[in-house]
């Protein structure tokens, strides 16, 4: 844990230059505008660590797999989050000696990521060895509105001395993924040119053949007039371009670079048209110039904020947490393309391989929903919807047949791109959270029609899953599902999982009644699909109904839990309280089979389920489980405090809730893990978010309607939210006494508030007296 | 499965070649010495599919582990059986056409491997596109006696011309591991000379920095008379040297090159005298001349076999398959040093990393105990407790404490050298056979003594590994062992394994009065082990029993069967019988997550348990969980047969147990899994030999007797096997009618035939009549 960051509610601030924390900075202050990233690594060449990162969304590379012992039906490729072409470079060279803050003295050195605008900017000092003092001051953005472009504002000027400076402006790219399997290279080139009218890269990624062009334009200032160079020398080496060129410094003049770049991809273009496209692209930017780009960010950022914004007074660390994680999520994810997802580490690293995990269903998918046109969430769905057949052949190289689908752990095109056993194969509760995924929507939006259109298919492909993967135990006289692995990771290979087996039986009854919608509301396409997936009504809802009804569930009746496995009960009963410092984190101090055989959990498991399905469970159940589990949960995983947070809201335990929380809301900005340097948790952001909305607003939705319990944390004056709830626009506005909900669009609306229904007309507002906590329970 | 294997009693002869078994055969002609070995390779170059291998006992190289995902506690570095520099070049060209059998037509190709004597012949004749033809004759062999000494005799007579021909005679260590992690090269070089008097090289081991010279000399016979080369030239590249010279070759005359090798490793020399060494071995060798020192071979062999034959009438597959296996043993281990072990692989192949798995107590010691010197399985014993410390470490490693000790799943040096966590940190069972080993080896011997000066030490510790790996179950009031992996690895991560909760309990009651055997007779030793291991034998005696007492073990009444873990019963009960073809190998057609979920066992492990402690069973008990189990294993470990083979014998199962028989005992010969490509499976050969000695033979180890209970298989007209028990060598010969057993020392021995016991003097022999079958169970 660190706390260098400076609380601020719209800025994150970084003050002095500490190398030590320079990878972790170039994460926290990544910029990303949904189809691309960029870390914040500087423009100057830097010797000293960083991780270097610019990404394009949805160009990705297939590793070949490397394990210590092959195991049938792994997946020869581990698909990567590939490191592409760097545009951002400004190299400087001062009467010879490099600008390179590892060999300056570096002074009065600050990096902002300004929230509200939507840019980073970074200000300094470097005194060369020789005293020369140079003040720099660097503004980058990516556009969100024009979703090919970057541009930097590059400002030099000396401040004792005048002397000819040299400058390279590049484009690198003969660039690696740290994480390459065999330090293979995964781009080869394919055009450049050094043209003073356009100098641009086109590369190839191997094997997939994505190709991406990289351009590069500036404009030069010195003392506010436009500089012509005179002369220029192009370099052209391997995978590289770039000018260089000299400026003569003068003793406290400025001089500005702007630097604009075009990166255009083979997801949106045909490869011949890639560098003309970037071409324009370009032009139009550098003639419409920086401070226009700016300005269009500004308001872009502007609409996003109106939209997603929460509002903490009282606790600016709290505000900084949550805001910051809002803006890193619609920096990853813009919901333009169904082809792209949410990667865990978004456009911040390259950890995590593949791109899509459950973290989307089950984390990122309700802020989405709540957050911005439901087209946004639906384009979430598509995505699985489109990776269907790759699912029902995953399935079936496991040995399911008859249209039987498992999806992949982790992917970026549908295939399965991960490659433990215990994961790929055994943690099969993704195929589970897939179907809450179009339940919540459907529930959320109405958009029923998106069953008949989409969701159906998936569903019966993943009951057929479930369906194959249980058996009947002759022993139990029920159904159990053997070899699993539960959202829990700390344990492997158990038997009947608890959440697992819930999602199992819950998704059989759901798709036995979306068939049964679909049917009788949308004949023609369930016709369609029935012959499309062979589908055998009778029977195979006979036998869905049959599993769903005499499945197995652990539990035990004294102590009135499930249990999260068979099993659960025979490991020596422990508590985190039983744990000294020094075997935290247990996954840094701990061999792996003393975790696993402890009772130790990583995230939430047995809770997970209880809090998908909590209208299932009266209150003392949830109550016993949460007590009992809770006691035993390690929190490794960064998607384990908000599902506790909710339910520990729910349960009236507020000062437990809002722990939860504040280490969740502010885990990358506190380096919480230490392990913010390998990228940003994005997909675990979208968990404070329901944190806040669900927990502590106790939003939740009911058939037609939207309903809140909120409380506010003791330490807070006042939290904000904006919902979007259908053709409604509500803003919940939550104080010490009481709580405001305005209704903020033209239509009426009907709400509940602490179990009471209220009718909101177009733009009015309604206030309720915050109840006492002993109601809520 | 592959028959192209000649049958006979004593030679292994393969007829015509068949570049698609080549790699098989240069596995099952695979020569060793004990101190190293050599695959079939080709003495000229030959351009087809082989696989080069070249071993030097002990030398190992660590190569940096491999995994995809890391896990604490993996080790570091996997070691590897190292490919060593190869002494067996002798490449010929006739007018600069090279001599290579993947290029020329091959005509009357036979390779043998005679058993009796103990080298490697190989005889064929190769025509040339212009259709030149020469006859060749290679003779090649390790010697047992100068176990530094390798000899090759080459003979090329041209058949229908004359010509000069080139010859290249070379030693290459320029060579790599095909298994090599990162594609590198395990060796450098140190030193090397291509001096008439002396050529050799010397390498050296990166980070192991073991050291072995390779040195060659050679003579040359043309019409039987020694051929002085008049000219000569000397080739040294990079870790190479070589002789290039060339003969007249004439017509139907033969000229024969005689190669000899000396190979000395760090492993028993100082570095500066290795290539001294090699050389004074060298000139010895070829002073007495390839004959001498075949005729040195013969007589070597004719010891071994004296020692350890076992002669099978009636069925020439059966007996070629047992003295196949009896060779191979007995050329992979010779026990004159107790640094080394016996790798599943033995000297012919680099799969299987590291050298010792547990097969090695639970599959090899019987044979060695029985058929040499019992210095020599002691060695055995002595390899583990030369690795205490480690072990302790190993277990350090993964959280225990007070001294318990895990002994490595694949070790070299003591080091454990796996890294699946499945396997390395939870088939744990392998300490129990550790322990086995030792009662097993005092049993028999009745070496008590050892106890108090190795044995003890080692059984504390992994009394101790038990004593803190279960640990008290609330639920069952019992002590329960979570997450192991049994000898069954089709399963991983269980609760419960019956057969290691069984060793474990076994372990520490053996621990205990193996404890009060040396406390009362060897008070001294007992005293120093006490201080060495801090051993508080009230209190840690208190908490075996304790343990011992109150061992939960899973099982079934009503089928009377014991469980192999907790929720066996779950599984879908399918046998065997109800497989497909195309499902077997499962291992082949199977997804891991399948198997691991389905019923079917890899191998021998509630079997296992019953075969090590048959005395504490009844017949019922055996007999029932034999039934259950059998039917449900699919043997796709070569280690498995042989306990089913015994166990079925035990229960009348005669046919059955024939049946196992067969199959294991020519499974390299025949090919039987498609896999003796990669080397042979030695270990298993150890289990062939229980399988006719204990299966049919029906030995067992009694208090101070030895037992015998045999049966003749229907196929068979006699068997006959030599067993050496203490002081007495006996000679077991089992006929249709009966069964004569000779004691061929001069000291009376007490046998026990039929459960009757009789006392056989010096040289005499009993001839019992068999009895009939239903009297045995």
Same mark, same amino acid.
Not at 506 to 516: G, S
């Given at each position: 844990m660190k706390q260098y960051i400076k609380y601020n509610p719209w800025k994150i601030i970084e003050k002095g230059f500490t190398p030590s924390y320079n990878q972790i900075s170039e994460s926290i202050f990544s910029l990303g505008n949904g189809k691309g990233g960029q870390r914040a690594n500087f423009e100057e060449n830097y010797s000293g660590q960083t991780l270097q990162g610019s990404y394009v969304a949805g160009v990705y590379y297939p590793d070949k797999t490397r394990v210590g012992w092959w195991k049938n039906g792994y997946p020869e490729y581990f698909a990567k989050v590939l490191n592409a072409p760097t545009w951002i470079g400004i190299k400087t060279k001062i009467e010879g000696k490099e600008l390179d803050l590892n060999q300056c003295k570096v002074i009065d050195f600050e990096r902002i990521l300004d929230m509200k605008q939507g840019f980073l900017q970074r200000n300094f000092i470097a005194e060369f060895d020789d005293g020369k003092q140079i003040k720099v001051q660097s503004t980058r953005f990516m556009s969100l509105k024009r979703d090919e472009i970057g541009a930097i504002r590059y400002s030099i000027t000396p401040l004792n001395f005048s002397a000819s400076g040299e400058f390279i402006l590049d484009i690198d790219a003969d660039i690696a993924n740290q994480d390459s399997n065999y330090d293979e290279k995964f781009w080869i080139e394919i055009e450049k040119s050094t043209s003073t009218d356009f100098t641009f890269i086109t590369t190839a990624t191997k094997k997939t053949h994505f190709q991406v062009c990289t351009a590069m334009d500036y404009s030069i200032l010195q003392a506010g007039k436009t500089h012509i160079l005179s002369s220029l020398q192009k370099i052209e080496t391997e995978k590289y371009v770039a000018h260089k060129f000299n400026l003569e410094l003068k003793e406290n003049i400025e001089t500005v670079i702007y630097k604009y770049a075009a990166i255009t991809s083979s997801m949106y273009e045909a490869v011949e048209n890639l560098s003309k496209m970037a071409s324009a692209l370009l032009d139009e930017a550098k003639h419409d110039g920086f401070e226009k780009l700016l300005e269009e960010q500004r308001l872009e950022w502007a609409k996003k904020w109106k939209e997603s914004d929460i509002v903490i007074e009282g606790d600016v660390a709290a505000q900084q947490g949550i805001r910051y994680n809002i803006f890193q999520l619609n920096q990853t994810y813009s919901g333009k393309d169904e082809r792209l997802n949410i990667g865990p580490k978004g456009f911040t690293g390259e950890k995590y391989g593949g791109s899509t995990y459950w973290d989307t269903e089950a984390f990122c998918l309700p802020f989405y929903l709540s957050t911005a046109d439901q087209k946004i969430a639906r384009n979430l769905l598509v995505y699985r919807h489109n990776h269907l057949q790759k699912a029902i052949e995953n399935a079936q190289k496991l040995g399911f047949n008859q249209g039987a689908a498992l999806y992949p752990m982790v992917t970026m *095109?549908? *295939?399965?791109?991960?490659?433990?056993?215990?994961?790929?194969?055994?943690?099969?509760?993704?195929?589970?959270?897939?179907?809450? $995924?179009i339940y919540n929507y459907v529930k959320y939006t109405a958009d029923k029609k998106y069953l008949?259109?989409?969701?159906?298919?998936?569903?019966?492909?993943?009951?057929? &899953?479930?369906?194959?993967?249980?058996?009947?135990?002759?022993?139990?006289?029920?159904?159990?599902?053997? #070899?699993?692995?539960?959202?829990?990771?700390?344990?492997?290979? =158990?038997?009947?999982?608890?959440?697992?087996?819930?999602?199992?039986?819950?998704?059989?009854?759901?798709?036995?009644?979306?068939? *049964?919608?679909?049917?009788?509301?949308?004949?023609?396409?369930?016709?369609?699909?029935?012959?499309? /997936?062979n589908f055998d009504k009778a029977n195979e809802f006979a036998k869905w109904s049959e599993i769903a009804k005499n499945m197995y569930f652990?539990?035990?009746?004294?102590?009135?839990?499930?249990?999260?496995?068979?099993?659960?009960? *025979?490991?020596?009963?422990? /508590?985190?309280?039983?744990?000294?410092?020094?075997?935290?984190?247990?996954?840094?101090?701990?061999?792996?089979?003393?975790?696993?055989?402890?009772? &130790?959990?990583?995230? $939430?498991?047995?809770?997970?389920?209880?809090?998908?399905?909590?209208?299932d469970y009266d209150i003392k159940t949830i109550r016993q489980n949460y007590e009992y589990y809770e006691a035993r949960t390690v929190h490794e995983s960064s998607l384990s405090s908000c599902v506790h947070s909710i339910l520990a809201a729910k349960l009236n335990k507020q000062k437990e809730a809002y722990e939860f929380y504040l280490n969740a809301a502010r885990l990358d900005l506190d380096d919480y893990n230490n392990d913010t340097e390998? #990228?940003?948790?994005?997909?675990?952001?979208?968990? /404070?978010?329901?944190? =806040?909305?669900?927990?502590?607003?106790?939003?939740?939705?009911?058939?037609?309607?939207?309903?809140?319990?909120?409380?506010?944390?003791?330490?807070?004056?006042?939290?904000?939210?904006?919902?979007?709830?259908?053709?409604?626009?509500?803003?919940?506005?939550?104080?010490?006494?009481?709580?405001?909900?305005?209704?903020?669009?033209?239509?009426?609306?009907?709400?509940?508030?602490?179990?009471?229904?209220?009718?909101?007309?177009?733009?009015? $507002?309604?206030?309720?007296?915050m109840q006492p906590i002993e109601i809520l329970a």
């Open positions: *095109d549908g *295939d399965e791109c991960h490659n433990e056993w215990e994961i790929t194969f055994e943690e099969i509760h993704r195929n589970g959270a897939i179907a809450y $995924a008949a259109t989409h969701g159906l298919e998936v569903l019966i492909a993943i009951s057929r &899953f479930w369906a194959q993967r249980v058996n009947f135990s002759e022993e139990k006289q029920q159904y159990v599902m053997l #070899g699993v692995t539960g959202p829990n990771e700390y344990e492997n290979n =158990i038997n009947n999982n608890w959440y697992t087996n819930t999602l199992a039986k819950w998704t059989l009854q759901y798709t036995m009644e979306a068939t *049964d919608y679909v049917k009788n509301n949308h004949p023609e396409a369930f016709q369609s699909i029935t012959k499309k /997936t652990p539990e035990n009746t004294e102590k009135g839990i499930f249990l999260q496995q068979d099993g659960f009960l *025979d490991k020596e009963q422990l /508590t985190v309280a039983d744990l000294q410092a020094s075997d935290r984190p247990l996954n840094q101090n701990w061999s792996w089979d003393r975790i696993l055989r402890s009772i &130790f959990i990583k995230q $939430a498991d047995v809770l997970q389920g209880l809090y998908f399905f909590e209208e390998d #990228g940003l948790h994005i997909t675990s952001m979208g968990g /404070t978010w329901m944190n =806040i909305v669900q927990g502590f607003g106790g939003m939740r939705i009911k058939e037609n309607h939207l309903s809140f319990q909120p409380f506010i944390p003791e330490e807070w004056e006042k939290y904000s939210f904006q919902i979007r709830y259908r053709e409604n626009l509500l803003l919940i506005d939550v104080r010490k006494n009481n709580v405001k909900i305005s209704n903020q669009s033209g239509k009426s609306v009907t709400i509940e508030i602490f179990n009471q229904k209220y009718k909101l007309d177009a733009f009015k $507002a309604i206030v309720v007296e």
